[in-house]
C-alpha cells in the first residue's frame, strides 16, 4: 500500500539490472519501502544490485527470461496470492541490438520485438488487472524517442519501441478513474552500458536525468515524459518532416 | 442497499481509496451486502474520522452500517447502541437526564462501532481509562456470517481483539456500555499557562490527577527556551451549586452549529504557515496565567473543533497527517525532541496536544499505555516522510506505539514493535478469520492481518 505521504511499500522491476530501471527505482525508496522484486535474467547480478539495498528492505531477485511471455505474468501473480499490494512496477527490459545484426539474423529481429513489445505488453496487461483489483497502482513503461517516427537505421528497435508506446498510452487511456496509473518515458540518447561505445546524439541524457524527470512525472500524474524535456519539441518538427528528409535523417 | 465504486479517503485526505461504498440500514442489508464480497473483502466505516486508511479498502468493500438507533436506560445509566448510532444523537439525548459519554474522542461525529474498534480515549484517560473499558458487550457479526454476544466472560479473547482491533474481527452490530452520571451539563475549567514544556509537564503531572479531565494544547511554532510552551485545560464536570451561581454563560450542550469549510480552501503554503504563526501566537497569549473555576458548555471544552465543518481542508488538497504516539512518563525527552524537530522543520502546524495517559486495558491492540500521548497536524509535504522517520524511531526506541486510528505512514515492522501483543490478536483473528474477509487499506499496509506462523 501506498502511505499517506505517497510513499510506496512494493515495488517491482522487470529488467532487474538495467541502469535506467534501477535509477528510477531508487528513487522512489524510501523509509516505507518494505519489499522490491528484482526480475531479471542475470540472477547474479541481481544479487549484487539487491544487496544494495538498506537491509531492512526485503528484496527478492527473481530470474526472468523476457522471451518467455508467461514469465513476466507469472512474477506478478505472487503479489496477487499473498494479499499484499503491488505499489509500482517499472517495465525496464529491453534489447537495443545492432541493425544490421537484425538484417543479417531475421529470427534475431524477430526476438527484439518479442523482448521490446511483446514480453512488456505481456507483464502490463498481467500489472493492469492485478492493480485495477486493488484499486491503485502505478506502471512506469520506458519507450524511447526513436520510437515516435522510427529512423531506417534503428527500424527493429525504433519500431518495437513504437509498439509498446503506443499500446501503453492506449492502455492508459482504458484505465482512466480505476486508480492505476501509467506513465511513458521517452529518453532520448542515454549515456550507459546499453550505449558504450556508440556515438552521442545530440542533447544526451543520462540514467540519473531520467530517473529524476520519471519520478516527477509520475508525482504530477503526468503520462508521458521526455528526457531532455526540449526532444519533445524536436520531436513535434521530426514527426511532421516530409518523408523525403525524414529518410535522409541518420544518427 | 445502494453504492457503487467511490473515491474515499480518511479525515486526513491522504491516500484516497477506490472502494465499492455499500450502506446498509439493517442487519438483513449488511448479509446482503457481504454476500457480494470478492477477494479484497470489506471492511465497516463509521463517520469517516479516523485520520489514515484504516476505514477504506481499496478494489475491496467498504459498508456503512447506518442504523443509528439506541436505546438508553436512565436509570441504570446503560446506553444499548447499534455500532452506527453516533456519540452526538447519544450525548444529545442523555445529557439532559444526568448523563454523559464514560469517555469522548475530540470529536462528537463518530460512531460507537468506530469507538470501540480504534478503543477511543479522551481527556479523562489518566483516570478512567479508553472507551473499551466501559463496554459490556459487543454483538460482533462474524465471517461465517455468525453473530455472537462477546463480553468480558463469554469470548473473552474475541472480546478483547475487537476493542481496538480496527474492524478487523467483524462486523461491530451493537454494544451496550456505561454512562456517567453528571450533575450539570457544563464544566468547570481550570486554565494555566506555562512558557516552556518542563513547567508545563512538571504542573500536570502535579494536578492533572484532581481533575477527570486533563489536556494541554503545546505551540509547535516556539523554539528555543520557549520550547513546548503552552496552555493546559483541566476540567470537571460542574456541581449543580456552581452553575446556579452562574447564569452568564450558555449552557447548550447540544453539537455546535457549523461554519462549513468549502472544498477549494487550502491556502498557499506561505499563507498556512503565517496563519499557524499567528494562531499559535495569539492562542497562548490569550490564555489566562491562571484560571479557575470557569463554566464553559460541553462541546466548547471537548469538541471546540465540531464547530468548524470540515475543518481538514485547511490543510490544502495534499491533506495531513495527524502523528499521535505515546512514549512512558520516564521519556520525556522523547516528547521534547518531537517538539523540537516539529519547531524547527517549520511546517504549518497548528494543534498540538499532549497528554498524560492512565493504565491501559487488555484490549491486545488498544493504543493507550501509561505515559505522554502527543498529537501533532502535520501537513503532507516532500519533507515530511523524512521528519516521520525521525519521530517514528525515537518514538519505537523509547518502548512508545502509534495510533492506528491516526497513522497513515508507518510499517508493518514499526506496528509490530509498538504492539507487542500483535501475534496473540493474530491467532485470534485468523481464528475467526481465516479467509481473510476483513480487509482494510491499514491492514494491508502494516500486514495486520498476515496468517500467524505456526497457523499456516
Known amino acids: 500500500m501506498k502511505s499517506g505521504t505517497g510513499e510506496l511499500q512494493t515495488i517491482a522491476l522487470f529488467g532487474g539490472t538495467s541502469e535506467i530501471g534501477l535509477a528510477i527505482l531508487r528513487t522512489f525508496v524510501g523509509p516505507s519501502t518494505e519489499r ?30 523476457a522471451r518467455d511471455l508467461a514469465a513476466g505474468p507469472n ?4 503479489f496477487g496470492d499473498d494479499n499484499r499490494d503491488i505499489d509500482l512496477v517499472i517495465i525496464a527490459a529491453a534489447t537495443l541490438g545492432e541493425q544490421s545484426a537484425f538484417d543479417a539474423d531475421p529470427v534475431l529481429a524477430g526476438e527484439a520485438v518479442v523482448i521490446n513489445t511483446a514480453s512488456p505488453i505481456a507483464t502490463l496487461s498481467a500489472t493492469t488487472s492485478q492493480m485495477t483489483a ?49 506513465t511513458v518515458v521517452r ?12 556515438k552521442p546524439a545530440p542533447f544526451a541524457t543520462d540514467p540519473a536525468a531520467v530517473a529524476l524527470a520519471t519520478h516527477n512525472a509520475v508525482a504530477a500524474g503526468r503520462r508521458v515524459v521526455w528526457v531532455p524535456r526540449v526532444l519533445q519539441l524536436v520531436f513535434a518538427v521530426f514527426r511532421i518532416l516530409p518523408n523525403s528528409i525524414w529518410r535522409r535523417i541518420r544518427r | 442497499m445502494s453504492g457503487g465504486l467511490l473515491k474515499i479517503s480518511g479525515w486526513g485526505q491522504t491516500s484516497p481509496a477506490r472502494t465499492f461504498l455499500r450502506d446498509a440500514h439493517s442487519v438483513e442489508e449488511l448479509h446482503d451486502a457481504l454476500t457480494s464480497v470478492g477477494h479484497r473483502g470489506a471492511i465497516a466505516r463509521g463517520l469517516g474520522r479516523s485520520y489514515g486508511d484504516a476505514a477504506q479498502n481499496s478494489g475491496g468493500s467498504t459498508i456503512r452500517f447506518t442504523d443509528r438507533s439506541f436505546s438508553f436506560d436512565a436509570d441504570c445509566g446503560v446506553v444499548t447502541a447499534s455500532a452506527g448510532a453516533t456519540f452526538d444523537d447519544i450525548m444529545t439525548q442523555i445529557i439532559p437526564h444526568g448523563w454523559f459519554v464514560p469517555v469522548t474522542a475530540g ?12 478503543d477511543v480515549h479522551g481527556k479523562n484517560h489518566h483516570r478512567d481509562g479508553s472507551f473499551g473499558s466501559f463496554v459490556q458487550s459487543i454483538s460482533l457479526l462474524l465471517a461465517s456470517g455468525d453473530v455472537v454476544e462477546l463480553d468480558r466472560s463469554s469470548h473473552h479473547d474475541l472480546f478483547f481483539a475487537t476493542i481496538g482491533g480496527m474492524g478487523l474481527t467483524g462486523i461491530i452490530l451493537s454494544a451496550t456500555f456505561d454512562l456517567l452520571q453528571v450533575s450539570s451539563a457544563m464544566m468547570s475549567v481550570r486554565t494555566e499557562r506555562h512558557g516552556d514544556l518542563d513547567t508545563l509537564m ?31 485545560t483541566h476540567g470537571d464536570h460542574a456541581s449543580s451549586d456552581e452553575v446556579r451561581s452562574n447564569h ?3 449552557s447548550d450542550y447540544r453539537s455546535p452549529t457549523t461554519i462549513g469549510i468549502p472544498r477549494f480552501v487550502g491556502a498557499a503554503r506561505s499563507v498556512r504557515r503565517s496563519t499557524s504563526l499567528l494562531f499559535s501566537e495569539l492562542w497562548y497569549r490569550k490564555a489566562p496565567k491562571l484560571r479557575e473555576g470557569q463554566l464553559v458548555s460541553i462541546p466548547s471544552f471537548f469538541h471546540p473543533l465540531d464547530g468548524v465543518g470540515h475543518w481538514n481542508r485547511l490543510y490544502g488538497k495534499s491533506g495531513f497527517v495527524q502523528h499521535q504516539c505515546v512514549v512512558p512518563l520516564d521519556r520525556d525527552d522523547v516528547i521534547r525532541s518531537i517538539l523540537h524537530r516539529v519547531s524547527s522543520d517549520r511546517p504549518a502546524n497548528v494543534i498540538n496536544v499532549l497528554k498524560r495517559f492512565g493504565e491501559g486495558n487488555d484490549a491486545h491492540l488498544s493504543f493507550p499505555q501509561p505515559g505522554w500521548t502527543l498529537t501533532v497536524d502535520l501537513p503532507v509535504t516532500s519533507q515530511l516522510p523524512t521528519m516521520l522517520v525521525d519521530i517514528d524511531e525515537m518514538v519505537l526506541s523509547a518502548g512508545g506505539r502509534h495510533y492506528l486510528a491516526k497513522d497513515a505512514t508507518t510499517g508493518s515492522h514499526s506496528i509490530r514493535s ?29 500486514n495486520l492481518c498476515a496468517t500467524p506462523k505456526d497457523s499456516e
Request: proline share 2%; aromatic share 6%; charged share 25%.
Open chain 2, 418 to 446: 509498538g504492539y507487542p501483543r500483535l501475534d496473540e490478536w493474530q491467532h485470534i483473528r485468523h481464528r475467526v478469520d481465516p479467509d481473510q474477509r476483513w480487509q482494510s487499506d491499514l491492514s494491508r499496509r502494516l
Open chain 1, 36 to 65: 522490491i522484486v528484482l526480475a531479471c535474467r542475470d540472477t547474479v547480478s541481481g544479487q549484487t544490485v539487491a544487496d544494495t539495498f538498506d537491509e531492512r528492505i526485503t528484496v527478492d531477485v527473481i530470474e526472468w527470461e
Open chain 1, 75 to 78: 512474477i506478478i501473480s505472487m
Open chain 2, 248 to 250: 452568564k454563560r450558555s
Open chain 2, 107 to 118: 470529536t462528537r461525529q463518530i460512531t460507537v462501532g468506530g469507538a470501540i474498534a480504534a
Open chain 1, 134 to 182: 486493488q484499486g491503485h497502482g502505478n506502471i512506469i513503461v520506458l519507450s524511447s524517442v526513436a520510437g515516435v517516427r522510427v529512423r531506417s537505421d534503428n527500424r527493429v528497435y525504433g519500431a518495437s519501441k513504437s509498439g509498446l508506446d503506443s499500446y501503453a498510452l492506449a492502455l492508459a487511456n482504458e484505465l482512466d478513474d480505476t486508480g492505476v496509473e501509467i
Open chain 2, 202 to 232: 512538571e504542573s500536570m503531572l502535579r494536578n492533572d490527577s484532581a481533575f477527570r479531565y486533563s489536556v494541554a494544547w503545546v505551540d509547535g511554532t516556539a523554539t528555543g527556551k520557549h520550547l513546548g510552551r503552552g496552555v493546559i
Open chain 1, 187 to 198: 529518453p532520448g540518447f542515454v549515456h550507459g552500458r546499453m550505449t558504450d561505445g556508440m
